[in-house]
């Protein structure tokens, strides 16, 4: 099943009607293999983001078909994209999203909640091998405003894998780093591709991020180009 | 999802805005403590007033009314049956005031378990003679022991013992009123003239204050045998018997039912004092009115905080909804919140009406009119406390509800993309 499907558009549409109509999104289709680590740039406003927000389902306001996980996903119910999010989908932010309210491991481990599959003890030590593997282990019982800002991104990815997602997927996931730390997070990120074959869809400027991964999509006002 | 997770989150959010929040909570808190301290207090005057007539009104009081007979004598003659009988002017028969069989009735009112007790009374109208003024009097004969038992006789006596009015023959307890106006002691010998024309003279042996002045200044009280002596009657004259039931809600009942029993007038409490049931609840509606009023203030107060709290929170939201958490994990995130404001303050409300239940209750409250009280009344009734703390729940729910569904509307990508 090397190269089962983990998600596929199909001639997405989306525009935005306030205050005129423009088309920000004109028939894309596309798909995205089990393993891949794709990438996809272009030029500010070309779409990239909304594009992203459609098809991490939070965004259910366009036309067109989204599959994820060979299943359709495009008309389900707030609720059950809430479900499909929370199981399949993980997430990586330009700003981290950790809540302020909770310690490191508690933030890792709040998506594990809704989860509710595994014990809270399981949940726990599964977040806390996630953040040894990350190398940020000693940071599990700080409070996550107190940590920096490289910090702050490999727990949002911490986060993203607790519930051991089919594809990660993250929104300029370095643009706020330096390059020693956009360095660690891409090392992680090879590392989850290569020894955890998780799919991964990153949205980037970065150019020589975007170089390293396996395939990029260049878009262009609101097409893909190659 | 698991409500201990909800929970976990609930109160995360919070501790972060803990002073906001304790502000949403003390007034709960207030507003439950002031409503139950207003509603104990009300109820505590209600009864306090109401038990001035009520405790010495008996439930049910068997009499002879004066009245005219329904069957007058044409009404016997078979000739003029088909015919209707236009009397005017009618007049009652020298019918006797007294109660027939008068013993047997007792009996047999004791013998009834929904009695709690029997006292028989005989009234005569006499006048106090003062010099040449003679006042009008009203002189009651009773039975000191029943009386005492069923209408708190001892507590409205002030002065002398009022046991004494069945030891010693031709004795007079007087009320306040005409005490004052005789400018009588303790000791003295009054003149009383009979409606007959007869004197007597009657040492006084104490004085009696009910709370109600206009009955202070006619009202004496004597044992039987002295009023049946004062009316020249037998022993077994006997005008009233006051009964007092087990059960007050009864009364009306039970008097229809004595008044077949017996063939006789029975008049219950609800019909001789309506007013007072009337005028409680009034009193107890309004109070009830503020202290809502109070409870809606404090929802308000809560409306604001957990708008507020929402707009700050906006990124937490985003981010609960991005990892998977649905409108309803966050609608109930913040009506946990809310409940947990709500529940929180109205408990330490409880608590704190409690003790402004008992700071009222120990302010000094010194009223000629109102004896056997020393500071202002307070009802301890569990009803306030619950129905303070269900109604203080269930208005920070609503409170909670809208701006929790703004919450769970919150679109994050509208949040994500503003960043």
Known sequence: MENKIALEAKSIFKSFCDPVKIDVLTDLSFSINRGDFVSITGKS?????????????????????????????????????????????????????????????????????????????????????????????????????????????????????????????????????????????????????????????????????????????????????? | MKNKHIFLIARALLMARFKQTLVAAVGVTFSVAFFIALLGFMEGLNKLLDGLVLNRTPHIRLYNDIQQSSMQPIDLDTAYNDYHNFISSIKPTNSRKEIYNVEHIIKKLNTDNRVYGVAPKVTAQAFYNLGNIELNG?????????????????????????????????????????????????????????????????KVIGFFRSGIAELDKVQSYVSLATCQKLLGKPNNYIS????????????????????????????????????????????????????????????????????MMIYEKMDTIAILKATGFSGADVKKIFVTISLGIGFGGALAGALLGLFFSVLIDSIPFNSTSVPGVDTYPVDYGIQYYSIAVVFAVATTYFAGWFPARKASSVDPVEIIRGK
């Open chain 2, 138 to 202: 009203l002189i009651n004969g009773v039975d000191v022991v029943q009386e005492s038992k069923l209408f708190n006789f001892k507590e409205y006596v002030f002065e002398g013992n009022y046991m004494d009015l069945q030891n010693r023959s031709n004795s007079i307890i007087l009320g306040q009123g005409v005490a004052d106006k005789m400018l009588a002691k303790k000791g003295d010998l009054i003149q009383v003239t009979t409606i007959n024309g007869e004197q007597f003279s009657l």
């Open chain 1, 45 to 226: 406003g070309c779409g990239k983001s909304t594009l992203l927000y459609i098809i991490s389902t939070m965004d259910s306001d366009y036309t067109g078909e989204l599959l994820i996980d060979c299943e359709l996903v495009s008309g389900k119910s707030e609720k059950e994209l809430a479900f499909i999010r929370n199981e399949k989908i993980g997430f990586v932010f330009q700003f981290h999203y950790l809540l302020n309210e909770f310690s490191v491991l508690r933030n890792v481990m709040l998506p594990g909640f809704k989860y509710n599959r595994l014990l809270e003890e399981e949940l726990e030590h599964r977040a806390f091998e996630l953040l040894k593997k990350l190398g940020i282990e000693k940071l599990a019982n700080k409070m996550a405003y107190k940590i920096s800002g490289g910090e702050k991104q490999r727990v949002a990815i911490a986060r993203a894998m607790i519930n051991d997602p089919l594809i990660l997927m993250c929104d300029e996931p370095t643009g706020n780093l330096d390059s020693k730390n956009t360095e660690i997070v891409f090392d992680i990120f090879n590392e989850l591709v290569d020894s955890f074959n998780k799919t991964l869809l990153v949205v980037t400027h970065d150019q020589s991020f975007a170089e390293k991964t396996h395939r990029i999509i260049v878009m262009e006002d609101g097409r893909i180009l190659n």
């Open chain 2, 240 to 307: 009233d018997i006051q009964i007092k039931l087990n059960e007050m809600g009864q009364a009306p009942v039970i008097a229809r039912e004595y008044e077949q029993l017996f063939r006789i007038n029975a008049e219950d409490i609800q019909t001789a004092n309506a007013q007072f049931e009337t005028g409680s609840s009034a009193r107890t509606i309004i109070s009830f009115a503020v202290g809502i009023v109070l409870l809606i203030v404090a929802g308000f107060g809560i409306y604001n905080i957990l708008n």
